[in-house]
């Protein structure tokens, strides 16, 4: 741990612009230290000048694969340059307080460990949830004091939940284990505290690809050990610019609407003894239509069939960037767009048809692209955001033209971070 004062001298001085410069690629420098300093500011006027760690975890973007991970099935993900980040220091006592730039204070007791009911959908469920699951892999973890501030937009797509989470478990693997879990395992103790005690029934991507960082191509066939490979591609390299294009859209009421998805898909595993798609051979699915449509709903059945061309898809995806064949990555991201909206169905809610501002952007997207480049729903849909492959000679007119479409600010051009999760300082 380094002194406060003393971090903010080196980054004021750019000790640390080596790291930044990864983390940031794209983005102006000093912007970026600035907003270091002035977090360890705000640490240093809530719990005083101590000696302290800054810590980093990053947004993710889902490349491929809408929907299949739940179904235990493979996954293209990247992580980004916008990060939450954290001024920590351990404490001394057994309470972990976490200040978040525009939140209340949260302080948790590390006396009690077991989920609560009031903390469902709350940060602290997170905070708590994750100090339990080191503390059931025999970890003596204890207190300590962190502020935090995101610029992972919430409500994108880009899973700023899964960041928050990233940044619990690096915190508390770095003061009080040695920093002896890997990646995977902070993923798993994440996806844990969202699961147990936040009360979202998530799959493990968005935490795998924000703790991981690159782009990672996911197989969760076996959830206690699931493949993970690093791809090195550059899309960047490519002649394209990553854009995730902000609808407008409110995820409000739509909990219903996400969960019938896994919902309806293990309905149709059910129809044939199993718990997930991923177990059911595709070729046994497509001989029992008739009696799926009968027993599970026509759009459980289409739901399915997304399920295996998407699984299929996500490791094809995998290839083209391993190869460098990125028109193959383009037209496989557009065949994953159509699949999502005529089967998946995750574009709009089937319950407000007069709210189609995912239907709009992609609309948009395929007018300004003209047939170039790529673009797709992004994330769990119905409302949030859509990916964009976009040619660089066209950038700025394809951003000019989605803001004026949809509001200014909405497209957000960003770069993949090479890492996941860490320690910053």
């Known amino acids: ?39 360890i500011e705000r640490y240093e006027a809530r719990f005083g000048e101590t ?15 809408n929907h299949t991970d739940h179904q235990h099935g493979c996954v293209l993900a990247a992580s980004v340059n916008l990060d939450t980040v954290a001024c920590a220091a351990p404490n001394g006592t057994n309470v972990i307080r976490i200040l ?6 949260e302080q948790i007791s590390l006396d009690s460990l077991e989920p609560r009911q009031e903390e469902i959908n709350r940060s602290a469920a997170i905070i708590r949830g994750t100090a339990a699951a080191f503390v059931q892999r025999g970890y003596a973890v204890g207190g300590f004091d962190a502020c935090v501030v995101s610029d992972v937009l919430g409500g994108s797509g880009l899973s700023s939940s899964a960041a928050y989470e990233t940044l619990i478990g690096v915190i508390v693997n770095h003061f009080f284990c040695g920093d002896a879990l ?8 994440g996806q844990y505290a969202e699961n147990a005690y936040f009360g979202k029934p998530s799959g493990l991507l968005d935490q795998a690809s924000s703790s991981v960082g690159g782009v990672v191509a996911m197989d969760f066939m076996d959830l206690r050990d699931p493949a993970v490979e690093a791809i090195d591609f550059s899309f960047t390299d490519c002649g394209h610019a990553l854009c995730i ?8 009421d739509l909990t219903d609407d996400y969960a019938a998805v896994p919902r309806e898909m293990k309905s149709v595993a059910a129809f044939f003894g199993k718990d997930v798609l991923r177990e059911v051979p595709e070729e046994q699915f497509a001989a029992s239509i008739a009696g799926l449509r009968a027993a599970c709903g026509d759009r459980a059945v289409l739901r399915a069939a997304h399920f ?10 995998a290839d083209a960037l391993r190869e460098g064949d990125f028109a193959r990555f383009c037209a496989l991201v557009k065949q994953s767009g159509q699949s999502s909206f005529m089967y998946l169905q995750n574009i709009y809610s089937s319950r407000m048809p007069d709210h189609q501002a995912v239907s709009i952007a992609l609309m948009t997207a ?12 992004h994330g769990g849909g119905f409302a949030g955001t859509i990916q964009a492959f976009v040619p660089n000679d066209l950038l700025e ?6 803001e004026a479409a949809l509001g200014a600010g909405c497209c957000h051009v960003l770069s993949i971070r090479p890492v996941g999760g860490i320690v910053l300082t």
């Open 245 to 252: 294009i902000d609808s407008g859209a409110d995820h409000a």
């Open 308 to 317: 295996y061309a998407e699984n299929e898809r996500a490791q094809r995806e």
């Open 397 to 402: 007119e394809f951003k000019t033209g989605i």
């Open 51 to 65: 000696d302290a760690v800054l810590f980093s975890a990053p947004g993710r973007t889902e490349l491929g694969g």
């Open 182 to 189: 890997d990646a995977m395992e902070i993923a798993k103790i």
């Open 100 to 105: 978040s730039a525009g939140y209340p204070e």
């Open 366 to 377: 395929e007018r300004l692209l003209g047939g170039r480049g790529a673009f797709r729903v």
């Open 1 to 39: 741990m380094t002194a406060t004062s003393v971090l903010k001298q080196k980054l004021s001085e750019g000790a640390y612009d080596e790291k930044l410069r990864m983390l940031y690629a794209g983005q102006e420098l000093t912007g970026r230290r600035a907003r270091l300093v002035d977090l």
